[in-house]
């Protein structure tokens, strides 16, 4: 009989509980305003990269912090590798919250707060999981690298620096996503398109959209949208105003609606955060916003923003507007998100759009696609990043040891799912993305009152403890 590696993790829970909410306590969201030397994300994705490093210190291992860019926490020794990826940093909190994100709350037996399923729970899981084999004694043949992620929510520049540095171990796992194992993940398109601001200002006591703002993370379904309108007529504004509140309830939501002193008029409409893998369920306050407008006169670039927003972006989750619809086997419906929308008389529009393109489709062709339509819409690509597609054959032996212990410990078969999300796993050519989430868990990652059950973790690093043992044994 080999170990109990589920007694080992439930000795611990205590412990793990107290440090997780410690950690869950730091706002580690990206701040560019505090960053320096050393801490290229802020202060804030410091203390927590240096919060996981300090604890690897203190238990014992050999750590480094790569220039606050990413951490490492290393154990054990031989030729070969074996990875586990997290990352400390969050996306934003949004509206709504029942308790505050950075005051960890449990209630019936879940842990409330940014970061508690992504990826802080998990990441220190793992960790501790990590712990349970050192403290088992159990000996190993391969070195096991804990590396910590402190970019992953925006541009990974984290891991860009780190290869710079260092190298990443080819097999292992990232606990940021669900049970039993994702072997495929879609590759990502993120482009920019702007829409040039009116050369010459449009005929006094015209309609104006003055400004329009929504959404603050390109990977995250926008709940709040604002427009401040104004017009020469105050009657259209008054007529607006009128019927504001059918429109809101028709699209069964909620906002607020007003003529403020200046005689502008100002909309603000909530919609429903959800994670840009999967848009369709949540709804984009931003694109809803513009199907109200675009009931309305406006004019030139303003015309053409509020018409690509509604007629072509809303509700329009598998591209099939945009013209670049497809999917595969293995992953699934290519999907998009509109997830940051600005617009302003003197800047134009832009729209910062998260596309998802399946396992086995060519990025380079949908890429093509993106260009024509961009070109045939008239409007411009100010910016385009992007990221491959990721797929780990069911017979590779990474694959294969993680769906034995999956099955050992739960009972339950590990079928192989793909994801839309993208993760640490990706970085690895062997790697996998591994847990935290149990088949028929709600995903609260990137929503309001995010949270995960904190008997779901203490099974999960029973798992990573087995796991981490039996990838380096």
């Known amino acids: 009989m080999g170990h109990n590696w589920k007694e080992s993790a439930y000795l611990r829970r205590d412990a793990f509980l107290a440090d997780l909410q410690r950690f869950l306590a730091i706002n580690s969201i990206e701040d560019m305003t505090t960053a320096q030397e050393g801490k290229p994300f802020g202060a804030g994705v410091a203390e927590a990269l240096e919060y996981m490093l300090a604890r690897g210190q203190a238990d014992g291992y050999v750590t480094r912090n790569v220039d606050g860019y990413a951490g490492v926490i290393e154990y054990g020794e031989g030729p070969e590798e074996i990875g586990v990826l997290v990352h400390v940093d969050l996306v934003t909190v949004g509206e709504g919250w029942t308790t505050p994100p950075f005051e960890p709350s449990i209630r019936d037996g879940k842990i409330y707060a940014r970061g508690a399923l992504d990826d802080k729970g998990p990441a220190l899981a793992a960790y501790y999981a990590m712990n349970i084999v050192k403290d088992s004694g159990v000996p ?5 690298r804990f590396i910590i992620g402190t970019d992953e929510e925006s541009g990974w ?90 429109f809101v309830t028709e699209k069964s939501t909620s906002g607020e609606a007003a003529i403020g002193e200046d005689g502008n008029l100002e909309l603000t409409l909530f919609g429903i955060n959800a994670h840009g893998m999967e848009p369709q369920i949540g709804k984009n306050a931003g694109t809803t916003l513009a199907c109200f407008l675009r009931q309305y006169p406006f004019e030139g670039s303003a015309y053409t923003y509020i018409s690509l927003l509604s007629d072509i972006l809303h509700e329009d989750f598998y591209a099939e507007r945009l013209g670049l619809a497809c999917e595969d086997e293995v992953s699934g419906k290519l999907t998009v998100n509109a997830g940051i929308l600005r617009y302003s008389q003197a800047e134009g529009g832009n729209i910062r759009l998260n596309i998802r393109y399946p396992a086995t489709v060519s990025k380079e062709e949908r890429i093509e696609r993106l260009k024509e339509r961009v070109a045939e819409m008239g409007l411009t690509l100010a910016e385009l990043r992007s990221s491959s597609a990721h797929y780990v054959p ?27 999300g993208a993760t640490y796993a990706k970085m690895m050519s062997s790697g996998v993305a591994f847990g935290p989430l149990f088949p028929g868990r709600a995903s609260t990652a990137h929503q309001t009152d995010e949270y995960i059950e904190i008997e779901d973790l203490m099974r999960a690093m029973a798992i990573y403890a087995q796991a981490i043992y039996e990838l380096a044994k």
């Open 157 to 246: 520049l984290c891991m860009k620096h780190f290869l710079e540095k260092e190298t990443l171990p080819q097999v292992g796992f990232s606990p940021d996503a669900s049970f039993p194992i994702i072997h495929a993940e879609k590759g990502q398109i993120n482009p920019t398109l702007t829409i040039p601001p009116d050369s010459e200002m449009a005929a006094e006591g015209g309609l104006k959209l003055l400004s329009f703002v929504s959404g603050n993370q390109g990977n995250s379904v926008p709940d709040r949208a604002v427009a401040i309108v104004s017009s020469g007529e105050p009657s259209v504004l008054q007529e607006m105003l009128a019927k504001w509140p059918a």
């Open 394 to 420: 069911s017979d590779h032996v990474v694959v294969q040891t993680l769906s034995r212990v999956y099955e050992e410990h739960t009972g339950m078969p590990a079928e192989l799912l793909s994801s839309g």
């Open 140 to 144: 190993l043949s391969k070195k096991v």
